[in-house]
């Protein structure tokens, strides 16, 4: 069959051709065959009503130790292809997108693994095919927001706003820690703050009481690498302050927020927070202080509430509690605490979102999507940051499973449609936003498009 054979879906719309790559990571279509997704143990054919054109800013990957699953055309089945049908004895590998900010992968890579697989880097690995008109990803919008947007950082003004910040703050660890993220790790939110926009990060605990599968800055072994080191020291309570006030007074709707990649959970380091809050309050009323936590210790939340914290996220994978532990594995705190840290934010009038850790077939299964419905009711949060679980799909998905039969999926898209219908005040996004737009509205669309519904699961 022709590589350019144009096959219809059960959506009428004409398939992607499958994606894969050599031994050496060179990507190439596969003709005959088409490209599939994952969710959970489902599987499904990738056409353009699943997919968007892939988003700028996303990079492909192939995934060693591993063979692709793909639909055969001609035979109009799934296959599990250990070598190029077209050159006998040449390997072939699984090829998965990690998609840009703002997007939700509404598919998984579909791959097996073979014996000698390792876990996977701490990244998503959504599902990704090929058309005439380019590379299209398994992806639903949930954010139009450019805040991180790399053609909006360009690297010679980040080195202006390093020099500037060098010259204004010379002896602020915080700031060269920023400016290490920024450079090394390439840090969006990093790169922001020398930009004199959106949201600065103000990494400052060195501890965690989580043991996150998919902590980016600390792992148990070496056998998950992690994306970047973690702070190695605590700032002072005046050079958190500096940054925060210089962020504050230099950009419109400001954003300051404790809790990065780069660090473990800020409510361990809530005695210098609290100080770093009342001294940035001291002096200003204006912009948006905010907390990525876990929520483990309620109390300490409350003290930072007092002492004037905006907004704050807290970090789930699940809302129940076994599948909740085994991700996070909380250290000296339970699924209560959490859901206290919650309801108090919520009393308190603060601004409250979840950031909700997605992995389609676990998501979007029928349980946890009735969990989520009664979650919703009794804590009505103001906003989910549907966010993808960086963390190998697979792996995730056979714990999940073992600790208990999940459905076949609901689907992503319709998931998100179906939540947003039964609390319409509750808003979507991916990025944290300024108090200036607290006030309750009427959420719009979450962004799914026509070509974006669901298909059936195979």
């Avoid at 055309?73 to 250990?82: D, P, Q, S, V």
């Avoid at 958190?240 to 504050?248: E, G, Q, R």
């Amino acid at each position: 069959m022709s590589p350019n054979t144009k096959q219809k879906g059960n959506t009428g719309q004409a398939l992607l051709t499958a994606l894969v790559a050599d031994q050496h990571g060179d990507i190439f279509e596969l003709g005959g065959y088409a490209a599939a997704g994952r969710a959970g143990s489902s599987l499904m054919v990738l056409d353009g009503a699943q997919t968007i054109f892939m988003p700028y800013g996303s990079e492909l990957m192939y995934l060693p130790d591993r063979q692709p699953i793909l639909f055969n055309i001609k035979k109009r089945k799934f296959e599990t292809i250990e070598e190029n049908p077209f050159k006998p004895g040449e390997p072939i590998f699984p090829v998965a997108v990690f998609n840009s900010p703002g997007y939700v992968i509404s598919y998984t890579c579909a791959f097996k693994e073979k014996k000698t697989a390792t876990y996977l880097p701490l990244f998503s690995y959504g599902a990704v095919g090929w058309e005439p008109g380019g590379f299209r990803s398994a992806a639903i919008m949930v954010d139009r927001e450019k805040r991180q947007d790399l053609r909006r950082m360009k690297i010679e003004k980040v080195m202006d706003g390093i020099r500037e910040m060098q010259r204004r703050m010379p002896d602020n660890r915080l700031r060269k820690h920023l400016e290490h993220c920024a450079l090394d790790y390439g840090c969006p939110a990093a790169k922001n703050f020398f930009l004199g926009r959106y949201e600065a990060p103000l990494p400052t605990a060195g501890g965690c009481n989580a043991r996150c599968l998919g902590c980016l800055s600390r792992q148990e072994t070496a056998e998950v690498p992690v994306s970047q080191k973690r702070i190695t020291f605590t700032p002072l309570p005046e050079e958190i302050a500096d940054i925060a006030l210089t962020h504050i007074h230099r950009v419109k709707r400001a954003i300051v927020s404790f809790g990065q990649g780069c660090e473990g959970d800020p409510l361990m380091a809530a005695h210098v927070i609290e100080q770093a809050i009342r001294k940035i309050r001291s002096k200003t009323h204006k912009g948006t202080i905010h907390m990525n936590t876990n929520g483990s210790k309620p109390k300490m939340l409350m003290r930072l509430i007092e002492a004037g914290l905006d907004s704050v996220r807290i970090s789930m994978n699940s809302v129940r509690k076994p599948y909740y532990d085994a991700y996070f594995r909380p250290v000296g705190y339970s699924f209560s605490d959490v859901q206290k840290s919650i309801e108090l934010s919520l009393a308190h009038e603060r601004f409250v979102s979840i950031n909700y850790l997605n992995c389609p077939g676990f998501t979007d299964s029928p349980e946890e999507f009735d969990a989520l419905i009664g979650f919703l009711k009794q804590y009505p949060v103001h906003m989910i940051q549907w966010r993808n679980l960086n963390f190998d799909p697979l792996r995730y998905w056979q714990l999940m499973e073992k600790i208990g039969t999940c459905g076949p999926p609901v689907g992503m898209a319709n998931l998100m449609e179906q939540i947003r219908s039964r609390f319409p005040q509750i808003r979507y996004g991916y990025f944290n936003p300024p108090k200036e737009t607290f006030r309750p509205r009427q959420n719009r669309s979450p962004r799914v498009k026509q070509h974006q519904k669901v298909g059936r699961h195979v």
